[in-house]
């Protein structure tokens, strides 16, 4: 992954109400979840959702589907660990991690 794409990532997180969202669809799992789904469980406006959710589609976290008459937005596990990779990949100076290090430095 690009420095670019990380930083877009990163900065889409950047908001308390986008990382509440994410959060909630990495929980859910591959199931995913409506936009109506996800409304009820944050307590947030149709509008302001909607308005997140494209930034978090945009940034390439979060995929959406059509199915039928809904939208289902899942976490994109590839994406998520591309950026985690980025973030840890010279971790321990590159040396492979001690599990005390590991704690130290990488979690």
């Not at 929980?27 to 469980?41: H, K, R, S, W």
């Amino acid at each position: 992954m690009d420095e670019n794409s990380v930083i877009t990532a990163l900065a889409a997180l950047a908001h308390p109400l986008r990382l509440q969202v994410f959060r909630a669809l990495v929980v859910v799992g591959e199931t995913g979840l409506t936009p109506g789904a996800i409304q009820q469980a944050l307590d947030v406006p149709g509008a302001t959702l909607s308005f997140h959710l494209k930034e978090l589609v945009g940034a390439g976290l979060v995929t959406q589907e059509r199915a039928s008459r809904n939208l289902i937005y899942r976490a994109n596990y590839p994406a998520m660990n591309a950026v985690l990779g980025y973030l840890t990949e010279n971790c321990c100076q590159g040396q492979a991690c001690e599990p005390a290090a590991k704690a130290a430095c990488c979690n």
